[in-house]
Every structure is written in C-alpha cells, then in structure tokens.
C-alpha cells in the first residue's frame, strides 16, 4: 500500500506541477468565460447579429417538384395540399422538358407496376444529398390517401401509426419539448463527460508509454509490483481528472459572478442531486476502464507517437454513443439507447446521456453501475498482467491482435 501511495503522490505532483497541465485546468476555462462575455456586451444591438438572424429565421424557398404517374394511382390531390408543390405531367418528356427549362426542382416518375414494387424514381439536376426541400414526404401520403379511396384520416394513421403520451406517476417537472434546451442540455453533459473520461485517460497512456520509452519502467518494474504501479497512476491522474472537471466549473462559475452575468436553467431543466451522485459513479468507474486500456496500450507501444496514433482501438466504443447522440436524446427509452447505456465501454457516456434527458428507470442505472465495476475490475485486473518484463522491454509495432490476447491473457 506504501508503494501504491508513493506512486499516486508521484504522478499527482508531476503532472500538477506542469505548465501545460495549468495552463489546460484554469487558463482554457478563463479563456472561455472572458470569451463568452465580450461576445455577449458585443452582440448586443449588432447589426452583423441582426442580420445573422434574419437569415438563419428565414424559411427555405419553396421549391415546386412534379411526378408522372405511369401507374394511374393519384387519382385526385387533397383540397389540403398547397398549390404549386406538386405539378403532374402526362408523360417523363414533358416532365424532364420543365425540369431542364427550370419550371421544376425535380420530378418523381411512378413507373405502372408501383403496385407490385413500390418504387418510385427522383430525378433532379444536381446532387445534394443535404437538401430537405424534397417532397417525398407530402408525395407518400398523396399515394396513401388515393390507395386508400381518398380516406385521408386512415392515411394520417398509416403515414404515423403510433402516437404516444409519457405519463409519470411520481411528479416532475415536464420539459418543453420545443424548448432548444431539452436537446443541447444532454448534449453538453454528454461532450463533457467524453472530453474529462478521455483526457483524463490520455494522461496514463503518455505517463505509461513516456516511462517504457525512457527505460524508466524497467526500473519501477524491480521496486513495485505491476498492480501496485497500475493502482497507483490510476488513482492518482484520476484525482487529477476530478481537479480540472472542478477547476472548470469552478473557475467558469467565479468569473461569471464577477461579470454579473448570470446562467440559470428553467426549474424543468436543472438536473437533480442524483444526477451529480450518478455522474461521478460513472465517471470513476469509466475512467478506471479506459485508464487501465490506455495503460495496456502504452505498455505494448515502442513510443509515445506510436500509442499516439493506436488511440483509436481503445477509445472506438467510447465515441459510439456521440455518433447516436440524438439517438440517446429524442429516444431515451429505445431499444439502442437502453442497450448503449447498459454496456460497459459505452455506458459512462450513453447512461449519463440519458440521465440528462430523464426518466430512466433507477433499475437500468444500478445494473449499469454493477456491469461497469465488474468490467473495471476485470479490466484492471488484465492490464496488469500485461506490466510483464517480456511485454514492457519489447519494442515491436503495436497490433491490435497482440493487444487483445495479451489483455484477455493468451500471448
């Protein structure tokens, strides 16, 4: 345990007494903050901001789009549908003339056999696979509502079928779902947990392989045993993580104070207690994961660049979640959310994704939490029989196929 302790006060002071580890703890959030003020005593009457406004309120152009109907299936358009959207034409020449001439932004041909098929063709000038100004939509329901004798209520049912309403027992506050905050809150909390669980882990994978490249490990590896070092860097960069997440929140609080500048949530907003409780389980034990991980590569890598550029392996199930982000957001309760937020290397984000927006169930929480220790332990537990001499003095290439056997024990 002495060594242990040695080890953490070692890599705590080493790292804290860093210019570039200050200068990232409180020099990055001073920046912003003092950023973030002068841009707002700046836009106030800006005309540049005003300007910016009145283009990005401004509703997109409407395009009109016409189709031919091979097949004879629209046999009349809803008295409901704004005129000029869609244009018919009896035949794919007139269709591709008015295309070309610009009369039309595109056009959908439906070939006879849509019946048996249910294909349609687009055809537009350009490629712009960005652009939301098409008409499909509204031409799908057309087709509904004539496939079904005009029923244009059965079309509605057909065009969304399933329309649910939440209701919780126990009160809360209910968000507004129009509300920007009910998206960008959870999306905040998610990048912040992804940025302080990877930095915080980077830390180790540098210590780690800076030590292997200078042969100092060799000599650490004589004095302590590998747990005992792994334990040691692992708590100690962690208690560093836990320092700049409160020096950020901190120090951006401060200044703000200062400014006279305040930044409060609607009631229905602010995250509960349990949330700050949850979050820090979450974030101790995801970080002993990709802390251990990051330590395992650095120990396989002859050199700093090259764990550098091996990251991607370890850190791939991390970024999962910031792929489905609006996933997580707009269907918390889903079938990918449920299953992102109980697996171990993607639930540290994914669960306090979900968190954020509200109304997980405290069951999916605690079963996170136990796959997530056990994971750590285990994870842990395989890292450090990867601090072997053989493994630490070899100075191969790193490959994914020898850092998996060597962390599931088979080299």
């Given amino acids: 345990m002495n060594k242990t302790l040695l080890v953490l006060r070692h890599e705590f002071i080493t790292i804290l007494s860093r210019p570039s580890f200050l200068f990232v703890i409180f020099g990055i959030p001073i920046i912003g903050t003092v950023a973030f003020i002068i841009a ?4 106030k009457g800006s ?12 509703p997109p152009a409407v395009q009109t789009e016409g189709y031919v109907d091979l097949g004879g299936i629209i046999l009349e358009i809803p008295t409901s549908v704004q005129p000029g959207l869609l244009v018919a034409f009896p035949d794919e020449a007139q269709a591709k003339q008015a295309l070309e001439k610009g009369e039309i932004s595109a056009y959908y041909l439906i070939p006879a056999d849509y019946i048996q098929n249910g294909q349609i063709t687009y055809i537009r000038t350009d490629f712009n696979p960005l652009s939301s100004s098409s008409h ?7 087709l509904n509502v004539n496939l079904l004798g005009g029923n244009t209520q059965v079309a509605n049912l057909v065009n969304g079928p399933l329309s649910t309403e939440k209701v919780s027992l126990s009160p809360e506050p209910v968000r507004d779902q129009e509300n920007m905050l009910t ?5 905040g909390v998610t990048f912040m947990f992804y940025i302080i669980i990877l930095s915080a882990a980077s830390l180790l994978l540098n210590s780690v392989a800076k030590e292997k490249e200078n042969r100092v490990m060799e000599i650490l590896m004589v004095s302590v045993t590998p747990t005992q070092l792994l334990t040691g860097k692992i708590v100690g960069l962690g208690l560093l993580g836990l320092l ?5 929140v901190g120090t951006g609080r401060i200044l703000l104070a200062q400014s006279g500048t305040t930044f409060n949530l609607p009631i229905a907003f602010q995250l509960p207690p349990s949330f700050l409780i949850w979050g820090l389980v979450f974030f101790l034990l995801g970080y002993a994961v990709y802390a251990s991980l990051m330590a395992g590569l650095g120990s396989l890598v002859p050199n700093l660049r090259e764990a550098s550029q091996a990251t991607i392996v370890v850190i791939f199930p991390l970024i999962i979640p910031i792929f489905l982000i609006s996933i997580l957001i707009n269907e918390p309760h889903s079938i990918i959310s449920v299953i992102l937020s109980l697996f171990p290397l993607t639930s540290p984000v994914a669960m306090i994704t979900r968190l954020a927006s509200g109304g997980v169930p405290i069951w999916q929480t605690v079963l996170a939490v136990l796959l997530l220790a056990v994971t750590a332990y285990l994870v842990v537990r395989a890292v450090a029989r990867m601090f072997r001499a053989q493994t630490i003095l070899s100075g191969q290439p790193f490959s994914r196929k020898v850092f998996f056997n060597a962390l599931l024990g088979k080299s």
């Fill in 40 to 43: 707002g005593q700046l836009s």
């Fill in 47 to 58: 005309p540049a901001l005003s300007i910016l406004t009145q283009l990005i309120s401004s």
């Fill in 136 to 142: 499909s939509g509204l031409l799908e329901w057309i």
């Fill in 183 to 187: 998206f960008f809150l959870p999306y």
């Fill in 244 to 248: 700049q997440t409160v020096a950020w």
